[in-house]
């Protein structure tokens, strides 16, 4: 298995600009996460879906941010406009079908690193 | 609100020595716990994880411990190696698999 994908790897953008970050979970996995580190904030989870359907997005922090889970294999995290405040890693993550009690380990992907100037 | 602290934030050891990772946790009521390994300029690995009802797992060179009812875990690594030199995490799974991370432990195991 190629485990979590995420795209780009690095992206550098101008304040203002809508960015759009991909994320590709491991097959079979059926919880997506959408984290951010920071060095001041640590990890941080912004949203999370479950069987393609957002559980809980009160991590994200404005409305400048959304997140859509079109089907099972792909995601993506926009911000729009982006806000030099917005620059970090954002990680994805996925983990396989368990018991509903939250116990399954999560998969992360490479991350991508944002820079807003 | 679930708060999750690590000490030390850094770490310098030589290799060769055995060397415990510590992490607290506020609250005691959580699902499991989870330790993670991250390089620089990549993401996390999952280490081990110990459900609520578990006091300890182990994976090779590493033990880790969870005391629930004091807020405490450790993370314990056996005849550190160059090898081992990464950011270690720990994240408390609250409920419906949303984790809560811990600060980390940058530890540096000199040749």
């Known amino acids: 298995d190629a485990g979590v994908i995420q795209s780009p790897r690095h992206e550098v953008t101008e304040m203002g600009q809508e960015v759009t970050l991909r994320c590709k979970p491991i097959?079979?996995?059926?919880?997506l996460f959408w984290y951010r580190q920071t060095m001041m904030r640590g990890l941080e989870l912004l949203i999370y879906f479950n069987n393609n359907v957002p559980i809980d997005d009160s991590g994200m922090p404005e409305d400048r941010f959304s997140a859509k889970m079109p089907n099972a294999s792909f995601s993506t995290l926009k911000i729009q406009p982006s806000e030099p405040r917005d620059s970090a890693v954002y990680f994805c993550?996925?983990?396989?079908?368990?018991?509903?009690?939250?116990?399954?380990?999560?998969?992360f992907g490479p991350g991508t690193r944002l820079t807003v100037l | 609100k679930q708060e999750v602290t690590q000490i030390p934030a850094a770490l310098s050891v030589p290799e060769g020595e055995n060397l415990v990772l510590n992490c607290s946790f506020t609250d005691s009521a959580i699902y499991n716990l989870q330790w993670f390994r991250q390089d620089p300029g990549k993401g996390l690995t999952s280490l081990l994880l110990i459900q609520s009802s578990q006091r300890e797992q182990t994976s090779g060179r590493l033990n880790a411990s969870l005391d629930k009812s004091s807020g405490r875990s450790t993370l314990y690594i056996a005849a550190s190696q160059p090898g081992d030199s990464a950011t270690y995490l720990c994240a408390v799974n609250t409920g419906f698999q949303k984790l809560v991370f811990g600060t980390g432990t940058r530890l540096l195991v000199s040749p």
């Open positions: 993550a996925s983990s396989s079908p368990g018991t509903g009690t939250g116990t399954d380990t999560q998969y």
């Open positions: 097959s079979g996995h059926n919880s």
